[in-house]
């Protein structure tokens, strides 16, 4: 028998299945997760209907902090593994690093605005906007205030997947920083 290793490990394929194993044994055959992998995870196992395999999705990290013998279930001969990447999102405008972040765990705003390179001296930390895709097409679009993204009660505006956070410059700033 054999189990597969698909997704975001450092090293995928497919392993000679020896001996019982559960899946954290199984996840160390890749070598540990690679630096984009979201925290879920997909064993997907072959029933006697090859055409509907169950799916089992299990979340790493109640998993590592050992929530249960449940989660760290047993993989048979014929699993696959599958770790998917984490979700993506877009940072752009006034910051000092524009481009596609990957969501570390659980990040907020802030934290996404940090993974970015912080603001430049000509972002105006007041405009800040979150656009958040929604299935009907048409996105939300959320103002922040990096002020208030500061206070206890909307620290908690976590960033989703194809999120894009978009800081405003400040025009005078800008013009001042050019001279």
């Known amino acids: ?15 000679p299945y020896l001996a019982r194993q559960n899946l954290f044994e199984a996840l160390a055959l890749g070598e540990g997760l690679s ?12 029933g006697e209907d090859p055409d509907r395999p169950t799916t ?17 279930i047993e993989i048979k001969s014929g699993d696959v ?3 998917p990447e984490a979700g993506m999102i877009y940072v ?6 524009p481009g596609t972040y990957p969501i570390k765990k659980r990040m907020n705003v802030p934290e996404a605005i940090v993974a970015a390179g912080g603001f ?11 656009v958040r895709q929604k299935g009907d097409g048409k996105p939300d679009v959320v103002q922040l205030s990096f002020k208030d993204l500061q206070k206890a009660d909307s ?3 976590e960033v989703k997947d194809r999120d894009i956070i978009f800081v405003e410059m400040n025009k005078m700033q800008a013009f001042l920083y050019g001279l």
């Open 81 to 83: 593994i599958y770790v």
């Open 120 to 130: 430049t001296p000509w972002a105006d930390e007041g405009r800040n906007k979150l």
């Open 35 to 46: 630096d984009t992998a979201g925290k879920m995870v997909q064993v997907r196992r072959m």
């Open 155 to 157: 620290h908690t505006l």
């Open 92 to 97: 752009d405008g006034a910051i000092r690093k």
């Open 56 to 72: 089992f999705l299990i979340d790493l990290d109640e998993m590592v902090r050992g929530a249960g013998g449940e989660i760290n």
């Open 1 to 15: 028998g054999k189990i597969t290793l698909m997704g975001a490990l450092k090293k995928t394929g497919t392993h």
